[in-house]
């Protein structure tokens, strides 16, 4: 049912494609090797809808995973053993991140989430020292029952301080992280915080948030290790007529406060394109954070296919020379397939994404449009898709040990068949 090539023939085909793109200056060793540098983070909680560890109640914050696929992990272990089936059939380099809600306690030693330490990550550094994987990380302003509606632009000042001390916390954490595994750890903060109806006053409560990340940000931690980001959004459920933490607010934060903005692709007005926006923000910010993932007329967060947007964000960060600023990391929640392939499918994308972009002949593109030869660059651009850049894949993963067409679903199916299906 898949397309399957042996050793030889994906050689062979590689050599013929090689000299393809040499014709347009692309070697396409050199992309092997950018594809071998490029590290990717997967968001943990694709594995079990966000479920985390640390709470029974709901998923909140208006975002939502549908579907009720079998086999969503119970507990830490068997979430292990399904990034670990994920990671396996992706080639190339993979960062993994994390949700302060997925802290691992040992019987009895619960603590709420102000008074997180790095004790209830040992588990996880564990796991990712085994695994040679850095880990990111996120602190956890939802599914909780002090985050009805607020947390860190709250006017309840034991609320609003409850959910500082948390983001102090993962600060802390992060800072483990990165000196446990010897890689920088990008520290994500995403706060649901917003209005259903026509707020009286937007501005008192993006005054405090803004004084809450201060008070996150006073603690003492090492910015070459941790990376701090803030992520923006434009609505959620429950959360329609306004975000406290919108875009403006975040970029002029983050900017004014030296901190990374991040940009969800989900979290725009739908004709809006985060690939037209990384640009703009790359002339005026040393870093930025993306969050990839695929909204479908809302931030719906579905799997992040190798569709237009995907590879034209890839192409963007591509062409402005900033693979070693751009922190990438996908973000999506889908539980009506089968949620291992559910990874598999949008990280094997994103890398698609940029192998794709790594074989543009920019230097080309860019002169055709400074000559304003734009009939000829619609040309080059929609001939580039015919160029065989399947062949530079199959190498890649060759190299990489890992399927390179569909049939690494044989793989999934079995485990469905043998594990998945027996988590009743
Ligand atoms: C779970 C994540 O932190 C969350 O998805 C956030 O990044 C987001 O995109 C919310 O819409
Ligand atoms: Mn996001």
Redesign the pocket.
């Known amino acids: 049912m898949y397309r399957q090539e042996g050793g030889n023939q994906v050689v062979g085909k590689y050599e013929e494609a090689k000299e393809q793109y040499r014709g347009l200056g692309i070697d396409t060793e050199q992309v092997l090797e950018d594809m071998q540098n490029l590290t990717i983070s997967m968001h943990c ?1 694709q594995g079990d809808d ?1 479920g985390g560890f640390d709470h029974d109640g709901p998923l909140s914050g208006g ?1 939502q995973a549908t579907g009720n696929y079998i086999g969503k992990p119970r507990n830490v272990e068997e979430l292990m053993k399904d990034l670990d089936l994920a990671f396996s059939l992706i080639p190339g380099k993979k960062k993994l991140n994390l ?1 302060s809600s997925y802290a691992v306690f040992e019987a009895g030693q619960w603590v709420d989430r102000d008074k997180l330490r790095p004790e209830h990550f040992r588990k996880w550094v564990e796991y990712a020292k085994e695994r040679s994987l850095g880990i990111d990380f ?1 602190p956890t302003f939802f599914s909780h029952e002090k985050a009805k509606q607020f947390t860190l632009s709250s006017p309840d000042e034991s609320i609003r301080k409850f959910w500082v001390r948390h983001g102090q916390a993962c600060v802390k954490i992060a800072q483990y992280f990165a000196e446990e595994l010897g890689e920088p750890c990008v520290l994500n903060i ?1 706060i649901p915080d917003g209005f259903k109806d026509v707020p009286g006053n937007r501005l008192e409560p993006r005054r405090r948030f803004s004084d809450s990340l201060d008070e996150i940000l006073s603690i003492d931690y090492d910015k070459e290790k941790v990376f701090v980001s803030l ?1 923006s ?1 434009v609505f ?1 459920i429950g959360f329609e007529s306004c975000t406290v933490g919108s875009s403006e607010f975040c970029i002029n934060y983050a900017a004014k406060h030296g901190i990374m903005a991040l940009m ?1 692709n ?2 725009y007005h739908p004709t809006e394109t985060v690939s037209d926006k990384i640009s703009s923000m790359l002339l005026f910010h040393k870093k930025l954070g993306l ?1 990839i993932t695929r909204p479908v007329r809302w ?1 719906s967060d579905h799997v992040v296919l190798f569709d237009d947007e995907t590879k034209e964000l890839a192409r963007e960060i591509v062409r402005c020379n900033a693979m070693d600023r751009v922190f990438l990391a996908t ?1 999506y929640f889908d539980a009506s397939i089968n949620r291992v392939a559910a990874w598999i499918i949008g990280m094997r994308n994103v890398q698609k994404a940029f192998l794709y972009a790594f074989l543009q002949p920019n230097e080309i593109m860019t002169r055709l449009q400074d000559e304003e030869q734009f009939t000829e660059l619609m040309v080059l651009q929609e001939e580039l898709k015919f160029y065989p850049f399947e062949d530079i894949w199959n190498e890649f993963c060759r190299r990489n040990q890992v399927p390179a067409g569909g049939e690494w679903m044989s793989q999934i199916r079995e485990y469905e068949e043998t594990v998945l299906k027996k988590r009743m």
């Open positions: 909680w966000l975002i949700h996120n995403w992520e959004k959620g969800d989900g979290h969050h931030d973000d």
